[in-house]
């Protein structure tokens, strides 16, 4: 699983499998936001899921979140090569509205 | 459509030497901006906010600065580089609802190499 304080998680898998990233977070959140980043690229919105929903998905993707454990989670089922990237998690900030970011989990995906 | 612009693409910099990295939103008036610094395989580190023209907060110190002069654009700078430095600079956009946690539109990054 990844947060802030963790080093950053690594995954490698063969293209057609499923794969299931975990995130857990410290404090109190409204949301939990899942990023995708490419390499050399900016970070890019997957899933927004709310603490009154236990599940979200979207295309091959579906996200979970448990408030009583604080912990959230991506699955990606019949995973594509080009899903190779960085996958974070981000929960409320503390100020700004900005989200903050946990250390990312970095999937492999070989064809 | 809302775009967002970063510049330059990557820099290769002296240690002393002084940066300007710049961003530009189109689309898209009064946005909340950030700017991100990541560390190679690391996580998104927030250093500054803002959410008007003028007005920018630092999330942490780092012998940066950031200025916002116009609502649609903003800078990154520093007088004097540091190796510290290196890394990927990410700015970001977001709507600016008010809400705890908006989503964040990021740019392509700079790639700064410090020498």
């Known amino acids: 699983s990844q947060w802030g304080e963790e080093n950053l998680q690594a995954l490698s898998i063969q293209e057609g499998e499923d794969v299931t990233m975990n995130c857990s977070y410290k404090?109190?959140?409204?949301?939990v936001q899942w990023y995708r980043q490419k390499s050399g690229k900016g970070p890019a919105q997957l899933i927004l899921i709310r603490s009154n929903e236990r599940e979200k998905r979207s295309g091959r993707l579906r996200a979970t979140l448990d408030t009583s454990s604080q912990s959230s989670s991506l699955s990606i089922t019949g995973t594509l090569a080009t899903d190779t990237a960085v996958y974070f998690c981000a929960t409320d900030a503390h100020n700004n509205n900005a989200p903050r970011f946990g250390a990312g989990t970095k999937l492999s995906v070989k064809p | 459509a809302q775009t967002i612009h970063q510049w330059p693409v990557a820099e290769i910099k002296a240690v002393g030497s002084p940066l300007s990295l710049g961003c530009t939103i189109k689309?898209?008036?009064?946005?909340?901006l950030y700017w991100y610094w990541q560390a190679t395989g690391g996580t998104l580190q927030q250093l500054f906010y803002s959410i008007t023209v003028g007005q920018v907060e630092s999330v942490v110190q780092l012998n940066l600065s950031a200025s916002r002069p116009k609502d649609d654009q903003f800078i990154l700078s520093t007088e004097k580089l540091l190796l510290s430095h290196s890394g990927f600079y990410l700015c970001?956009?977001?709507?600016?609802?008010?809400?705890?946690?908006?989503?964040?539109?990021f740019g392509s990054g700079t790639r700064l190499t410090v020498l």
């Open positions: 970001a956009w977001s709507p600016g609802l008010g809400t705890s946690a908006e989503t964040l539109y």
């Open positions: 404090t109190y959140t409204t949301v």
């Open positions: 689309g898209k008036s009064s946005p909340n």
